[in-house]
T-cell receptor, first 114, second 113 residues
Framework: DAGVIQSPRHEVTEMGQEVTLRCKPISGHDYLFWYRQTMMRGLELLIYFNNNVPIDDSGMPEDRFSAKMPNASFSTLKIQPSEPRDSAVYFC????????????FGNGTRLTVT | AQSVTQLGSHVSVSEGALVLLRCNYSSSVPPYLFWYVQYPNQGLQLLLKYTTGATLVKGINGFEAEFKKSETSFHLTKPSAHMSDAAEYFCAVASGGYQKVTFGTGTKLQVIP
């Protein structure tokens, strides 16, 4: 089991640029989550999917953020245009979704917007 | 609504001493409770979880936690700290649909030789 795979590990971009973060969940997991971690706000749930369908996106901060899951093995989180306050570590996690939830996290993408 | 409060953003203990990390939860329905650990530059890993049944839960690396409904607490303990325990620890709660997990702000554990 390769675990949850995120790419890139680090992303540095200039304000106004489009940023795309990628995630491959664990095979067979029905749920996929995107979290953001900052010093000020801790871990925040941005959005989660069940069987590729977005269930709750109430944590997405603004229309600049969008997430897709075109198939069971791939998801993207896009920020367009990016702003310095978007700088954070973005985590993807997946869960088998049977009964209770145990999250399996990727190693995160550290985003720096200058 | 659900939430967790972790008391103390930083805790220091000597190697071999008791580790106690505090967590209180708020939930309008019976909660599922979790402790996760995060090592530098890594994602979070599950330490232990409480769903139903026995209120004393044992996890990996010698950690355990006790669900106390009357105190709305789920404190994490380990009898003897090891240098490798230095990390950040997150308490978390899931309720309602059980898929939406809310994390606490984390406690950084420092182990002093």
């Amino acid at each position: 089991d390769a675990g949850v795979i995120q790419s890139p590990r680090h992303e540095v971009t200039e304000m106004g640029q489009e940023v795309t973060l990628r995630c491959k969940p664990i095979s067979g997991h029905d749920y996929l989550f995107w979290y953001r971690q900052t010093m000020m706000r801790g871990l925040e749930l941005l959005i989660y999917f069940n069987n590729n369908v977005p269930i709750d996106d109430s944590g997405m901060p603004e229309d600049r953020f969008s997430a897709k899951m075109p198939n069971a093995s791939f998801s993207t989180l896009k920020i367009q245009p990016s702003e310095p306050r978007d700088s954070a570590v973005y985590f993807c996690a997946s869960s088998p979704g049977t009964g209770w939830v145990t999250l399996h996290f990727g190693n995160g993408t550290r985003l720096t917007v200058t | 609504a659900q939430s967790v409060t972790q008391l103390g953003s930083h805790v220091s203990v000597s190697e071999g001493a008791l580790v106690l990390l505090r967590c209180n939860y708020s939930s309008s329905v019976p909660p599922y409770l979790f402790w996760y650990v995060q090592y530098p530059n890594q994602g979070l890993q599950l330490l232990l979880k409480y769903t139903t049944g026995a209120t004393l839960v044992k996890g990996i690396n010698g950690f355990e936690a006790e669900f106390k409904k009357s105190e709305t607490s789920f404190h994490l303990t380990k009898p003897s700290a090891h240098m490798s325990d230095a990390a950040e620890y997150f308490c978390a709660v899931a309720s309602g649909g059980y898929q939406k997990v809310t994390f606490g702000t984390g406690t950084k554990l420092q182990v002093i030789p």
